[in-house]
Each structure stands twice: as structure tokens, then as C-alpha cells.
């Protein structure tokens, strides 16, 4: 696993990311039974009730297998980690499409200065975060004799 990244930072700051997302989902699958009525909206997922469960819970189960695999330093964390990238950055660039086309890009406009960078430093580095994600588990997915011929 260690190969797969350039150092032990970029090693670090991967179980990190991704043990701090999925606790994130992990909490938000406890909602319907904190509160039946609680609405889960990351980006362009909009659930309630035991919709919430499966829309956070089975995603953070990957998450989960793709940190043990990349601490363990098993073969298989790419296959999981991708998908789990991907669930991301598609709710993630979903709602903002989705948002960008129902305020007309005027959105920004109606909300104070402070608001809007903090959304969009938030945003950023999500958007970033997973990206990363994504990228790593896609090089490791290919074979390193390609690797070696692409670079």
C-alpha cells in the first residue's frame, strides 16, 4: 500500500480524509432514528426516513473496507475506494449544477460575504479531497508495467 503513495504524508492524510467522511455518513444513516423527519441533502441527494440509511450507511460500509484494505495493505482497497470517490464528487458536483441552475448563478449574490467563502473554501477542498481519492485508487488500478511505459 505505502508504494502507492510518494510518502508517508500523502499516506496519512488519505486514512484521515477518508476516516473523517465516513464517520461523516455514518452519522448522518443514525438520523432517521434520532428523528424520522430529518432530511439528509448532500449535494444532490435529498432523503428522509430509511432512504437516509441507505444513501449513507452502504456508502460509508465501502469506506470502511477501503481503509482497512489501505491500512492492512491488501489488493483490492482501488476497487472500493473509487466507488466511494465517486459517490462524492457526483453529489458534490450534482448540487452544484443543480444549485448554479436554480438561482441562475445569482445565488452567491444572496448570501453575506462571509457565507459564500466559507461555502466555497468548503467546497473547494471537498471537491479536491475526493478527487485525490479518486485519482489514487485509479493509478493503482493499472497495472505497474503501464505505468512505467505511460511515464
Known amino acids: 500500500m505505502r508504494r502507492a503513495f510518494s510518502s508517508r504524508w500523502a ?3 488519505l486514512l484521515t480524509w477518508l476516516a473523517g467522511s465516513v ?6 444513516s443514525t438520523a432517521p432514528w434520532r428523528n424520522p423527519s430529518q432530511p439528509l441533502e448532500i449535494g444532490i441527494i ?16 465501502c469506506g470502511v473496507a477501503a481503509w482497512i484494505g489501505i491500512a492492512a495493505d491488501r489488493s483490492y482497497w482501488p476497487y472500493l475506494l473509487l466507488p466511494y470517490s465517486l459517490y462524492w464528487l457526483v453529489a458534490l458536483l450534482g ?10 448563478w445569482g445565488g452567491a449574490a444572496q448570501r453575506p460575504a462571509w457565507a459564500w467563502l466559507v461555502g466555497s473554501v468548503t ?8 478527487s485525490l481519492l479518486a485519482i489514487w485508487s485509479i493509478r493503482q488500478m493499472i497495472p ?8
Open 95 to 104: 448540487g452544484f449544477v443543480a444549485a448554479a441552475l436554480h438561482f441562475h
Open 46 to 61: 435529498h432523503a428522509h426516513g430509511t432512504q437516509v440509511f441507505f444513501l449513507a450507511f452502504l456508502p460509508a460500509l
Open 144 to 151: 505497474p508495467s503501464a505505468n512505467r511505459r505511460a511515464g
Open 11 to 13: 499516506y496519512v492524510v
Open 123 to 130: 467546497f473547494g477542498v471537498m471537491l479536491a479531497g475526493f
Open 23 to 28: 464517520a461523516l455518513l455514518f452519522v448522518a
